[in-house]
């Protein structure tokens, strides 16, 4: 067996930009792994994520560092051994995936054992701004019947008054992205809850999340960055009432379907998140989107332009990818 490996690095314009607590970006940073072998060719698409020390460099090196095993037919199984989870590995896993489905003319739904796959309604965010312009934002955006809103810490309780006041009729989830601290969780915690948020993603930082143990928060609570790559579950139940599944920080699809039958069994909520990346990215999410109850894989949406063939998206209806892009 001898495989073809390349990897590249794309660049993305996000339209109009995005800030969440932590800063803003421009563009969609994205790093394309694929994998040709008997004629065949698969690809995965990965973020880099800075919060985890990872960047397109970083990513490029461990794909080449592992590039020889790879071209004598490391397998997936193999793979989530010879590889730390992140953004990486998730490249690598999501191309074998696609390889495997080309090869074997099956999809890759079908190879995971699911049924058909079916649309499903993803969130469309609203990052974080004043709360002038974030109810501008949300009015535009009003007709779709989820929204994620991006928080930053204090002043978040008018942020939410103003995105709820902007749009009354959607269902609502908010992601502080780890902002909030004593000063501002109980004020902020009760905004979401008057607004009928229906979930808060990582209010708190990963490593001082422990007030979440002692408290019956008002709105149900999601692990995001405490569900760190690597780490699985151990801990989270205590403190968080859903967990969110990023193909990204599981490292790979062959993770976050394991992740997910972990986190059902454990009776959390599950949402499926991404990065922001093409629908390259988004397609092998799919798959776990079709058992999640929150859907968050709105990255092409972001974007002044997404790449071609992408996903099909009808407003906020994400349709499952066709063959010519993944899976």
């Known amino acids: 067996m001898n495989r073809i490996i390349s990897v590249a690095a794309q660049s993305y314009e996000i339209a109009g930009g995005f800030t969440i607590s932590r800063g803003t970006r421009t563009h969609a940073q994205v790093v394309v792994v694929t994998i040709e072998e008997d004629g065949a060719s698969g690809r995965g698409e990965c973020v880099p994520y800075p919060r985890y020390g990872e960047s397109l460099e970083t990513v490029q090196t461990q794909i080449e560092e592992i590039s020889p095993l790879l071209k004598t037919g490391l397998s997936r199984t193999a793979l989530q051994n010879a590889m730390p989870a992140g953004a990486a590995r998730n490249a690598v896993d999501c191309a074998l995936w696609d390889l495997d489905a080309k090869r074997s003319g099956q999809s890759a739904a079908e190879l995971a054992g699911l049924g058909a796959l079916h649309p499903v309604t993803t969130a469309f965010t609203i990052s974080v701004d004043t709360p002038e312009a974030m109810a501008e934002k949300t009015s535009a955006a009003a007709h779709r019947p989820l929204l994620k809103v991006k928080l930053a810490g204090p002043g978040d309780d008018a942020r939410i008054l103003a995105v709820r006041e902007a749009a009354p009729g959607s269902t ?69 009432d859903a967990v969110n599944i990023k193909l990204d920080k599981a490292g790979g699809l062959t993770e976050a379907l394991k992740l997910l039958t972990e986190a059902r069994a454990a009776d959390f909520k599950v949402m499926t998140g991404c990065m922001l990346g093409t629908s390259l990215a988004m397609a092998p999410a799919v798959l776990i989107a079709q058992n999640a109850d929150y859907v968050d894989l709105d990255g092409p949406l972001l974007l002044s332009q997404d790449r071609i063939p992408g996903l099909r998206f009808d407003d906020s209806t994400l349709y499952p990818p066709e063959p010519a892009l993944w899976g």
């Open 172 to 240: 609502l989830i908010v992601d502080a992205n780890e902002a909030w601290d004593e000063s501002c969780f109980e004020a902020n915690m009760a905004a979401c809850a008057a607004a009928g948020v229906q979930l808060i993603e990582q209010p708190l930082p990963a490593g001082n999340d422990d007030l979440l143990a002692s408290l019956t928060p008002p709105v149900a609570i999601c692990a995001d960055e405490s569900l760190s790559p690597g780490k699985g579950l151990d801990g989270l139940r205590e403190k968080y």
